[in-house]
C-alpha cells in the first residue's frame, strides 16, 4: 500500500511538471500571465510530493521492505541502521529520487524567491519544468525504485561495500546538490542566480564532500 502511495507520488510529481511546462508555453503564447502563475504553482507542489516518495522509500529500506525489488538490491537484515538509509541512494534508481528531490527543491527555492520576475519567469518555466520531467520520467517508469519483486526473498543482497564507508554518507549529498546548484541552476535567465552568492554556495557542498 505505501509502495503504491510512493509510486503515485512520482506520477503525481511528473504530471505536475509536465503541466508547468505547458501552462508556461500557454501563457507566452497566448499572453495571459495567470497561466504562467498557474505553471508556477505547480512546480511547487512537485517538491513536498517527492518528499512523501523520499519518506517511503526511505521507511521501506528501515523496514526491510522485500516486496520492493530496491530494497532486496541494496540492503540486507544485517545492514546498519544508517547504512539502511543512506541505501536511498545506494542504486540507480534511488539515486535518481534523490537528484529529482534536490533538483525540485532548488527549482521551488528559485520561482520563489524570484516570483516577482514576471518578464522571466515562464522561460524558467519551461527550462526547469522541462528538465525535471525528463529525470522524474525515468524515476517513474524505466528506473522505478517502487517496483515489485516477482518472487519475496527471504533477505536482500546488501549495500555494496564501497558503499559503506563512513564518508559516503553525506558525499552523494554534497556531490548532488553542488552539481545541480552549478549546472541545473546556471542556464536559467536570471544573472542573479549564478553569480556570486549563488555560485559559492554550489561549491561548497563539493568541498565539504571532498
Known amino acids: ?10 506520477l503525481m510529481a511528473f504530471g505536475a511538471s509536465l503541466y508547468t511546462l505547458v501552462a508556461a508555453l500557454v501563457g507566452v503564447w497566448t499572453k495571459r500571465p495567470r497561466w504562467v502563475e498557474s505553471g ?12 512523501l516518495a523520499c519518506a517511503i522509500l526511505i521507511a521501506a529500506l528501515l523496514a526491510d521492505d522485500y516486496t520492493l525489488a530496491y530494497v532486496s538490491r541494496v540492503t540486507s537484515r544485517a545492514t546498519p541502521t544508517i547504512f539502511k538509509i543512506t541505501a ?34 515562464p522561460y524558467v518555466l519551461v527550462i526547469g ?14 528506473e522505478t525504485p517502487f517496483a515489485l519483486n516477482d518472487i519475496i526473498p527471504a533477505d536482500g543482497r546488501g549495500l555494496s561495500p564501497l558503499l559503506r ?25 536570471w544573472p542573479p542566480l549564478w553569480r556570486g552568492g549563488w555560485t559559492m554556495a554550489g561549491f561548497a557542498p563539493v568541498a565539504a564532500g571532498r
Not at 1 to 7: E, K, S, T
Not at 129 to 142: G, N, V, W, Y
Not at 174 to 189: E, N
Open 1 to 10: 500500500m505505501f509502495a503504491d502511495i510512493g509510486y503515485a507520488s512520482i
Open 40 to 51: 508556477r504553482r505547480a512546480t511547487l507542489i512537485t517538491l513536498p510530493l517527492l518528499v
Open 88 to 121: 536511498l541512494w545506494g542504486g540507480q534508481a534511488g539515486s535518481l529520487l534523490l537528484w529529482n528531490l534536490f533538483m525540485a527543491a532548488f527549482f521551488a527555492a528559485a520561482v520563489w524567491l524570484k516570483q516577482d520576475e514576471r518578464q522571466l519567469m
Open 129 to 142: 519544468a522541462l528538465t525535471q520531467a525528463f529525470f522524474l520520467f525515468l524515476s517513474a517508469f524505466p
Open 165 to 189: 564507508h563512513p564518508l559516503m554518507i553525506i558525499h552523494p549529498l554534497c556531490s548532488t546538490s553542488a552539481t545541480l546548484a552549478l549546472s541545473f541552476l546556471t542556464p536559467l535567465p
